[in-house]
């Protein structure tokens, strides 16, 4: 089964401070992405990768930069955290071709900027 | 952009009732629809997919409909339990690499024993 795992867990920061956000996939998925969760909004795609060394804006990158150095890693950085920011993080992978492309996600990160 | 919307929002069921979760979108272009289910306090997880060539899907208790012409989608769940409650997310695609997935807001289902 995929293994996508996330750290920290759950992170409190001061607004203006830098917060990153690690995500580690075993799967050898070509696919990841970051998505935050906010309630009534379900989930909201900020960056996604398609190959280490590339990213690619999603529909609300505004705040977030993200880091694919490798085809398991993908971390999502706020260089200047603000409040708005608080919510859960999600990261997820999924495979290039196949049948399904069902995204496979980590456990999530509770993020509140204070 | 893609809108993907869910009702009903919340719902409460009796064991062994079934029940249907409505889904619709915007983008016509839209080919590629998996569905998530996210227990408290778990990771989401796929439960059942449909591409836009297809009307119907079913995967043991679970039964996706899919209607292009009015851009709707029903996932019925029958004989439900209380592992069962979770959130449903219904997401939509346009890409046949099924990246760039929008997803619904989500409809909170609790099966009381």
């Known amino acids: 089964e995929a293994a996508v795992t996330q750290s920290p867990r759950s992170k409190v920061a001061v607004t203006g401070g830098k917060v990153t956000l690690s995500c580690h996939q075993t799967?050898?998925?070509?696919?990841m992405y970051w998505y935050r969760q906010d309630t009534g909004h379900g989930l909201r795609l900020i960056h996604y990768?398609?190959?280490?060394?590339?990213?690619e804006k999603g529909d609300i990158p505004d705040g977030y930069k993200a880091s694919r150095p490798s085809q398991e890693n993908f971390s999502l950085i706020l260089e200047l955290a603000s409040l708005s920011q608080t919510a859960v993080y999600f990261c997820?992978?999924?495979?290039?071709?196949?049948?399904?492309?069902?995204?496979?996600f980590g456990p999530g990160t509770r993020l509140t900027v204070l | 952009g893609e809108q993907v919307e869910q009702l009903p929002s919340s719902l409460i069921v009796q064991e062994g009732a079934s029940v249907l979760i409505n889904c619709s979108y915007t983008?016509?272009?839209?080919?590629?629809f998996p569905w998530y289910k996210q227990e408290p306090g778990k990771r989401l997880q796929f439960i059942i997919d449909?591409?836009?060539?297809?009307e119907r899907k079913q995967n043991q208790r679970l039964t996706l409909l899919f209607d292009k012409k009015t851009k709707h989608l029903s996932l019925h769940i029958t004989a439900t339990q209380p592992g069962d409650s979770a959130i449903y997310f219904c997401?939509?695609?346009?890409?046949?690499?099924?990246?760039?997935?929008?997803f619904g807001t989500g409809t909170k289902l609790q099966v009381v024993p």
């Open positions: 990768s398609y190959v280490a060394d590339s990213t």
């Open positions: 799967n050898n998925h070509d696919y």
């Open positions: 449909i591409r836009s060539n297809m």
């Open positions: 997820a992978s999924s495979e290039r071709t196949g049948s399904s492309y069902e995204q496979y």
């Open positions: 997401s939509a695609s346009n890409r046949n690499s099924g990246t760039y997935q929008r």
């Open positions: 983008d016509s272009a839209s080919v590629y």
